[in-house]
């Protein structure tokens, strides 16, 4: 069974800041890996699919990287509209990540 | 461009089945693979169930015995049905689009509480 392991669980961070999140995967799984951003009362917002390739309409201060076990979605600038939780997911079993907390420093 | 409702009752009583629907608009339910995702509350994502039209089905495991996807091409939805239910099953329900293994468009999701 696929586990996707998400790290920091919380990033404290100010705006315009970089902030990086770490997403590893309990066995290889190629670069079919996708990033999720949920804002409190919100539905999920695609934002990187199959590791690196940004949703449309997504803002190019978010990047996605990684292949096999270990991904990173990376925001380059923090804006005040990206404090949110961020999901990575794996098409195996559609698993999902716990969630890393983006918050206001 | 694509847009999904969710629908159904917001309170189940134990034991009974949940029953939601999603509506789709601007698109058709045959074109694409179909997903339900949940969360319970202050907790995480959990996927339900996908489907294409045609027959592909999946399940979660740990909800399979209890899970039925279906897709009515007449009324361009899809519908969730989980049966013996719990208060753990309570959680914000989403619908959800498939592509390039992920889901790229979503409804806003629908609250369920179980309880009697």
């Known amino acids: 069974e696929l586990v996707l392991t998400q790290s920091p669980a919380t990033l404290s961070l100010s705006p315009g800041e970089s902030a990086t999140l770490s997403c590893r995967a309990s066995q290889s799984v190629s670069s079919y890996v996708a990033w999720y951003q949920q804002k409190p009362g919100q539905a999920p917002r695609l934002l990187i699919y199959?590791?690196?390739n940004r949703a449309t309409g997504i803002p190019g201060r978010f990047s996605g990287s990684g292949f096999g076990t270990d991904f990173t979605l990376t925001i380059s600038s923090l804006e005040p509209e990206d404090f949110a939780v961020y999901y990575c997911q794996h098409r195996d079993n559609w698993t999902f990540g716990q969630g890393t907390r983006v918050e206001v420093k | 461009q694509v847009q999904l409702q969710e629908s159904g009752p917001g309170l189940v009583k134990p034991s009974e089945t949940l029953s939601l629907t999603c509506s789709v608009s601007?698109?058709?339910?045959?074109?694409?693979?179909w997903g339900w995702i949940r969360q319970p509350p202050g907790k995480g994502l959990q996927w339900i169930s996908y489907?294409?039209?045609?027959?592909?089905?999946e399940y979660n495991p740990s909800l399979k015995s209890r899970v039925t996807m279906s897709i009515d091409t007449s009324k361009n939805q899809f519908s969730l049905n989980l049966s013996s239910v719990t208060a753990a099953d309570t959680a914000l329900y989403f619908c959800?689009?498939?592509?390039?293994?992920?889901?790229?468009?979503w409804g806003q999701g629908t609250m369920v509480t179980v309880s009697s």
């Open positions: 959800a689009r498939e592509s390039r293994d992920s889901f790229d468009v």
């Open positions: 601007g698109g058709s339910v045959t074109n694409y693979f």
């Open positions: 199959d590791a690196y």
């Open positions: 489907m294409f039209y045609g027959g592909t089905t």
